[in-house]
């Protein structure tokens, strides 16, 4: 239980780790675009886990960063496949950041860091906790975003009409991401390092 | 000498496996997947030409000619590739044989849109599209070039794109 609660709060991937933030930066326009992406990234983080920890005493130490990369793009293209195929919706509107996936660097640390050193079932729940905690992270952004850049969530129209017409535009631009980040990392660290 | 061929079997066998079930995740998919794409171009194409009973492919993926329920031809729909802000802006156009268009649809950034989410993106909207049907080769113009349609705020080089787009596509395919 330890495991998993770490990676929502004290190890946070986004907002405390800091790993894998060029994904967060870019799929963090929208809520759905951000939920989309943090579903995927749970599925792939915890597969690649249990199967590094299932062949962590079998993989040489010199090889295991080719073997763990090769198991990580296995299963996000295999991600990516099921989606086309069985959930197009949601693979229309997650698009080229799927296959992106593979270049998280999230995945591959939880994967060196932890899955190489700890116990399937440990792993497991590290790779949904960690995997829970970047969606959090990222969907969190996408409703700031949304909300000011366009003034949506989920395509939903809040605060008003006259507000969606004129929104903070920047918001949902790329410097937009880096500013929403930056306030979210100081408000965590502030609250987690008291 | 002999660690080193050890480790290259290893690796070998882990390429194997990874390959085996990739295979076989493509091979249950793959059909799906093109059964997809064939269904969508479908409706696609009925969708721009609503008019259209049947529609009979003239160049693959590129040209169609459309026919009534009396099997005569009534207009062509053309797939154009205008160059945006991102890349090409793959196109879907239905115009009818005296040149008025009957619907365009803009393909999703999954089939390779690459314009910017929330801005050139905006193209897809139907508000956007909508505003070509009826319309005849002259007419296309943003107002901003002194014309009658409206640009997408913050993304007039998408606009402009589609619209030349469409525009080119015409001049092309209808003689």
């Given at each position: 239980?330890?495991?998993?609660?770490?990676?929502?709060?004290?190890?946070?991937?986004?907002?405390?780790?800091?790993?894998?933030?060029?994904?967060?930066?870019?799929?963090?326009?929208?809520?759905?675009?951000?939920?989309?992406m943090g579903v995927a990234v749970i599925f792939v983080l915890t597969c690649s886990n249990i199967v590094i920890s299932l062949i962590k005493n079998w993989v040489p130490s010199?090889?295991?960063?080719?073997?763990?990369?090769?198991?990580?793009?296995?299963?996000?293209?295999?991600?990516?496949?099921?989606?086309?195929?069985?959930?197009?919706?949601?693979?229309?509107?997650?698009?080229?950041?799927?296959?992106?996936?593979?270049?998280?660097?999230?995945?591959?640390?939880?994967?060196?860091?932890?899955?190489?050193?700890?116990?399937?079932?440990?792993?497991?729940?590290?790779?949904?906790?960690?995997?829970?905690?970047?969606?959090?992270?990222?969907?969190?952004?996408?409703?700031?975003?949304?909300?000011?850049?366009?003034?949506?969530?989920?395509?939903?129209?809040?605060?008003?009409?006259?507000?969606?017409?004129?929104?903070?535009?920047?918001?949902?631009?790329?410097?937009?991401?880096?500013?929403?980040?930056?306030?979210?990392?100081?408000?965590?660290?502030?609250?987690?390092?008291? | 000498?002999?660690?080193?061929?050890?480790?290259?079997?290893?690796?070998?066998?882990?390429?194997?496996?990874?390959?085996?079930?990739?295979?076989?995740?493509?091979?249950?998919?793959?059909?799906?997947?093109?059964?997809?794409?064939?269904?969508?171009?479908?409706?696609?194409?009925?969708?721009?030409?609503?008019?259209?009973?049947?529609?009979?492919?003239?160049?693959?993926?590129?040209?169609?000619?459309?026919?009534?329920?009396?099997?005569?031809l009534i207009g062509i729909a053309f797939k154009a590739y205008p160059r945006g802000y991102g890349g090409p802006i793959e196109t879907l156009v239905g115009v009818k044989l005296?040149?008025?268009?009957?619907?365009?649809?803009?393909?999703?950034?999954?089939?390779?849109?690459?314009?910017?989410?929330?801005?050139?993106?905006?193209?897809?909207?139907?508000?956007?599209?909508?505003?070509?049907?009826?319309?005849?080769?002259?007419?296309?113009?943003?107002?901003?070039?002194?014309?009658t349609l409206d640009a997408i705020t913050a993304a007039t080089i998408s606009s402009r794109a589609v619209v030349r787009g469409v525009a080119d596509g015409l001049e092309r395919?209808?003689?």
């Amino acid at each position: 239980m330890k495991h998993f609660i770490n990676g929502i709060i004290k190890e946070n991937p986004v907002l405390v780790l800091m790993l894998g933030l060029c994904p967060v930066l870019a799929v963090s326009g929208t809520v759905r675009d951000a939920a989309g992406m943090g579903v995927a990234v749970i599925f792939v983080l915890t597969c690649s886990n249990i199967v590094i920890s299932l062949i962590k005493n079998w993989v040489p130490s010199q090889l295991r960063i080719p073997i763990f990369i090769i198991v990580i793009s296995t299963f996000v293209t295999i991600n990516d496949y099921t989606m086309q195929a069985y959930f197009p919706e949601l693979y229309k509107v997650l698009g080229v950041f799927v296959p992106l996936i593979v270049v998280n660097c999230i995945i591959l640390a939880r994967a060196e860091a932890f899955a190489s050193r700890h116990s399937v079932s440990a792993s497991i729940l590290d790779g949904l906790g960690i995997g829970i905690g970047f969606t959090l992270a990222v969907v969190a952004m996408g409703a700031i975003r949304e909300a000011l850049g366009s003034g949506t969530i989920l395509g939903k129209t809040i605060i008003g009409e006259s507000f969606r017409e004129n929104s903070v535009l920047l918001m949902i631009l790329p410097p937009g991401a880096f500013l929403v980040i930056a306030f979210l990392m100081a408000g965590m660290n502030k609250w987690v390092k008291k | 000498m002999k660690n080193a061929f050890k480790l290259a079997i290893k690796l070998l066998i882990i390429c194997v496996i990874s390959a085996g079930a990739l295979a076989l995740v493509y091979n249950k998919t793959q059909p799906v997947i093109e059964e997809m794409k064939r269904k969508k171009l479908k409706s696609n194409l009925r969708s721009v030409f609503k008019n259209a009973v049947r529609f009979e492919t003239i160049k693959e993926d590129t040209l169609w000619h459309a026919f009534d329920e009396s099997d005569s031809l009534i207009g062509i729909a053309f797939k154009a590739y205008p160059r945006g802000y991102g890349g090409p802006i793959e196109t879907l156009v239905g115009v009818k044989l005296d040149g008025k268009i009957t619907g365009i649809i803009i393909a999703s950034p999954s089939e390779g849109l690459k314009e910017t989410p929330g801005l050139g993106l905006k193209v897809r909207e139907k508000w956007f599209t909508d505003q070509f049907v009826e319309k005849k080769k002259e007419d296309l113009l943003l107002k901003k070039d002194g014309g009658t349609l409206d640009a997408i705020t913050a993304a007039t080089i998408s606009s402009r794109a589609v619209v030349r787009g469409v525009a080119d596509g015409l001049e092309r395919y209808l003689k």
